[in-house]
Protein backbone atom coordinates (compact mmCIF):
# COMPACT_ATOMS: atom_id res chain seq x y z
CA UNK A 1 0.00 0.00 0.00
CA UNK A 2 2.94 2.52 1.00
CA UNK A 3 4.10 2.13 -2.77
CA UNK A 4 0.80 3.38 -3.96
CA UNK A 5 1.22 6.26 -2.30
CA UNK A 6 3.64 8.73 -1.73
CA UNK A 7 4.32 12.09 0.04
CA UNK A 8 5.97 14.69 -2.43
CA UNK A 9 6.40 17.72 -0.41
CA UNK A 10 5.05 18.78 2.89
CA UNK A 11 4.27 22.53 3.63
CA UNK A 12 3.94 24.05 7.09
CA UNK A 13 0.91 26.17 7.42
CA UNK A 14 1.27 27.06 11.17
CA UNK A 15 3.32 26.68 14.36
CA UNK A 16 1.68 26.90 17.77
CA UNK A 17 2.71 26.07 21.04
CA UNK A 18 1.76 22.52 21.21
CA UNK A 19 1.12 21.72 17.55
CA UNK A 20 2.21 21.98 13.65
CA UNK A 21 -0.37 22.19 11.04
CA UNK A 22 1.30 21.16 7.28
CA UNK A 23 -0.38 20.80 4.15
CA UNK A 24 1.23 17.43 2.58
CA UNK A 25 1.08 17.02 -0.98
CA UNK A 26 0.58 13.75 -2.30
CA UNK A 27 0.94 11.18 -5.02
CA UNK A 28 -0.97 8.02 -6.19
CA UNK A 29 0.01 5.25 -8.48
CA UNK A 30 -2.02 6.36 -10.79
CA UNK A 31 -0.57 9.63 -11.17
CA UNK A 32 -3.17 11.84 -9.84
CA UNK A 33 -2.30 14.09 -6.39
CA UNK A 34 -4.09 15.87 -3.45
CA UNK A 35 -3.09 17.41 -0.03
CA UNK A 36 -4.12 15.90 3.20
CA UNK A 37 -3.64 17.60 6.47
CA UNK A 38 -1.08 16.39 9.18
CA UNK A 39 -0.92 17.58 12.15
CA UNK A 40 2.02 17.27 13.68
CA UNK A 41 2.71 16.78 17.85
CA UNK A 42 5.71 16.20 20.12
CA UNK A 43 3.76 13.89 21.99
CA UNK A 44 2.22 13.29 25.52
CA UNK A 45 2.17 11.06 28.61
CA UNK A 46 -0.52 10.28 31.11
CA UNK A 47 -1.14 8.15 34.33
CA UNK A 48 -3.37 6.43 36.40
CA UNK A 49 -2.79 7.21 39.53
CA UNK A 50 -4.11 4.72 41.85
CA UNK A 51 -4.50 5.33 45.62
CA UNK A 52 -4.03 2.77 48.42
CA UNK A 53 -7.62 1.98 48.86
CA UNK A 54 -7.60 1.04 45.06
CA UNK A 55 -9.76 4.27 44.11
CA UNK A 56 -8.06 6.32 41.10
CA UNK A 57 -7.16 10.34 41.38
CA UNK A 58 -8.51 12.38 38.32
CA UNK A 59 -8.54 15.92 37.89
CA UNK A 60 -11.25 18.63 36.18
CA UNK A 61 -10.08 21.08 34.16
CA UNK A 62 -11.21 23.48 31.75
CA UNK A 63 -10.79 22.62 27.93
CA UNK A 64 -11.22 25.34 25.65
CA UNK A 65 -11.48 22.72 22.84
CA UNK A 66 -15.10 21.69 24.25
CA UNK A 67 -15.67 25.37 26.39
CA UNK A 68 -16.58 23.59 29.19
CA UNK A 69 -14.54 21.13 32.48
CA UNK A 70 -13.72 17.62 31.51
CA UNK A 71 -12.91 14.93 33.97
CA UNK A 72 -9.76 13.10 32.99
CA UNK A 73 -6.52 10.85 34.20
CA UNK A 74 -3.54 13.46 34.76
CA UNK A 75 -1.50 14.46 31.61
CA UNK A 76 0.29 16.78 29.86
CA UNK A 77 3.17 16.83 26.70
CA UNK A 78 6.63 16.10 26.48
CA UNK A 79 8.53 18.60 27.26
CA UNK A 80 10.59 17.73 23.96
CA UNK A 81 9.86 14.76 21.58
CA UNK A 82 12.52 12.89 22.93
CA UNK A 83 11.67 13.09 26.17
CA UNK A 84 10.80 9.27 28.23
CA UNK A 85 6.52 8.84 28.87
CA UNK A 86 7.83 7.88 31.91
CA UNK A 87 9.53 11.16 32.94
CA UNK A 88 6.85 12.73 31.95
CA UNK A 89 3.62 11.08 33.54
CA UNK A 90 6.05 11.53 36.85
CA UNK A 91 5.93 15.37 36.49
CA UNK A 92 2.19 15.30 35.45
CA UNK A 93 1.31 13.51 38.25
CA UNK A 94 2.98 15.81 40.88
CA UNK A 95 2.08 18.71 38.86
CA UNK A 96 -1.42 18.00 38.46
CA UNK A 97 -2.61 15.97 41.81
CA UNK A 98 0.17 17.22 44.28
CA UNK A 99 1.28 13.60 44.64
CA UNK A 100 4.30 11.71 43.28
CA UNK A 101 5.31 7.56 43.10
CA UNK A 102 8.54 6.28 42.41
CA UNK A 103 6.50 2.84 41.36
CA UNK A 104 5.11 3.03 37.91
CA UNK A 105 5.05 0.75 35.46
CA UNK A 106 3.75 1.18 31.62
CA UNK A 107 0.45 0.07 30.89
CA UNK A 108 -0.18 1.55 26.69
CA UNK A 109 0.60 3.54 24.58
CA UNK A 110 -2.23 5.07 22.12
CA UNK A 111 -2.28 7.26 19.26
CA UNK A 112 -4.89 9.63 19.50
CA UNK A 113 -6.28 10.38 15.54
CA UNK A 114 -4.69 8.53 13.05
CA UNK A 115 -6.12 9.95 10.26
CA UNK A 116 -4.48 13.21 10.35
CA UNK A 117 -2.31 13.54 13.82
CA UNK A 118 0.95 11.59 14.77
CA UNK A 119 0.01 12.45 18.50
CA UNK A 120 1.22 9.70 20.97
CA UNK A 121 0.21 8.94 24.14
CA UNK A 122 2.24 7.09 26.94
CA UNK A 123 0.12 5.91 29.84
CA UNK A 124 1.75 4.60 33.07
CA UNK A 125 -0.06 3.62 36.43
CA UNK A 126 1.21 4.71 39.71
CA UNK A 127 0.94 3.07 42.98
CA UNK A 128 2.69 3.74 46.22
CA UNK A 129 1.45 7.71 45.86
CA UNK A 130 3.59 9.88 47.98
CA UNK A 131 1.37 13.01 49.28
CA UNK A 132 3.44 16.20 47.48
CA UNK A 133 2.03 19.30 46.80
CA UNK A 134 0.75 21.02 43.31
CA UNK A 135 3.20 22.65 40.86
CA UNK A 136 0.34 24.02 37.81
CA UNK A 137 1.54 25.39 35.05
CA UNK A 138 0.89 29.51 34.80
CA UNK A 139 -2.95 29.65 33.77
CA UNK A 140 -3.56 26.23 34.84
CA UNK A 141 -6.38 25.10 37.31
CA UNK A 142 -7.55 21.95 38.40
CA UNK A 143 -9.34 20.44 41.02
CA UNK A 144 -8.37 16.63 42.16
CA UNK A 145 -11.08 13.96 43.59
CA UNK A 146 -10.47 10.49 43.66
CA UNK A 147 -12.80 7.71 41.92
CA UNK A 148 -13.80 4.00 42.37
CA UNK A 149 -13.30 2.13 39.02
CA UNK A 150 -17.22 1.42 39.31
CA UNK A 151 -17.68 5.25 39.74
CA UNK A 152 -15.39 5.77 36.72
CA UNK A 153 -16.86 3.14 34.15
CA UNK A 154 -20.59 4.34 35.16
CA UNK A 155 -19.35 8.61 33.74
CA UNK A 156 -17.82 6.28 30.70
CA UNK A 157 -20.85 4.69 30.06
CA UNK A 158 -23.54 7.56 30.64
CA UNK A 159 -20.97 9.87 28.83
CA UNK A 160 -19.72 12.10 31.66
CA UNK A 161 -16.36 11.11 30.69
CA UNK A 162 -15.48 11.48 26.80
CA UNK A 163 -11.77 12.07 26.88
CA UNK A 164 -9.90 9.38 24.36
CA UNK A 165 -7.28 8.12 27.22
CA UNK A 166 -8.53 8.44 29.86
CA UNK A 167 -11.45 6.23 28.76
CA UNK A 168 -8.48 3.93 26.78
CA UNK A 169 -6.57 4.45 30.27
CA UNK A 170 -9.34 3.29 33.07
CA UNK A 171 -10.50 0.39 31.10
CA UNK A 172 -6.97 -0.99 30.47
CA UNK A 173 -6.34 -0.60 33.85
CA UNK A 174 -9.34 -2.13 34.77
CA UNK A 175 -9.02 -5.26 32.54
CA UNK A 176 -5.28 -5.76 33.60
CA UNK A 177 -5.39 -5.37 37.56
CA UNK A 178 -8.68 -5.74 38.12
CA UNK A 179 -9.90 -8.55 36.35
Not at 42 to 48: L, N, Q, S
Not at 70 to 94: M, N, Q, V, Y
Amino acid sequence: MSDEIKRIGRELIYKGAILSVYKDHMKFSDGSTADWDFIGHDGAAAVVPVMEDGRILMVRQFRNALDRETLEIPAGKLDAPDEPGLECSKRELEEETGYRSENLEWLLTLRTTVAFCNEKIEIYVAKDLIPSHQHLDEGEYVDVKAYTVEELKEMIFTGKIEDSKTIAALLAYESKYLR
